[in-house]
């Protein structure tokens, strides 16, 4: 994995928020795009059930992206999921729980899992998620 990672465009901290009211820009979605296909890891915060392993509620994590590596899913506390292709992205019939934020299904070799990931993330997930199929 590179060892360069930063925050994808869609994924926000309280530090972004305030850079936002600085009127200091974070890279954009294209500017993703661009650091993908360089090599660069991007994070890009994920809610799931079934990839944290819990039947309960949605567990927070993240997928770190890198051109030309597996995907993994990254929880506090917990070892890195990598998830395995074929891959096969679908919107989910499960609400997201914030107007940002869509929810999925990510079908994989090891069974159906769901995701939620902020919208301006999507287009950098599928493009990995073609990448990692590929």
């Known amino acids: 994995m590179s060892s360069k990672i930063r925050r994808a465009a ?4 309280l530090s972004d928020v305030l850079l ?5 820009k974070r890279p954009s979605a294209a500017k993703d795009a661009e650091d993908y296909a360089a090599g660069t890891t991007l994070k890009v915060t994920c809610f799931s059930r079934t990839v944290a ?5 949605r567990r927070l994590g993240y997928l770190h992206l890198t051109h030309g590596q597996p995907i993994t899913w990254h929880r506090a506390g917990s070892q890195p999921v990598v998830l395995r292709a ?6 989910s019939e ?9 929810a999925f299904d990510l079908n994989t070799a090891e069974g159906s899992r769901d995701l939620v990931i902020p919208k301006a993330d999507i287009d950098l997930v599928e493009r990995a998620l073609k990448s990692a199929d590929a």
């Open 86 to 91: 074929p891959f096969v992205l679908t919107p």
């Open 94 to 102: 499960a609400r997201s729980g914030h107007w940002k934020l869509a």
């Open 20 to 24: 936002r009211w600085l009127w200091i």
């Open 53 to 57: 392993g819990a039947s309960g509620r």
């Open 10 to 13: 869609g994924t926000q901290n």
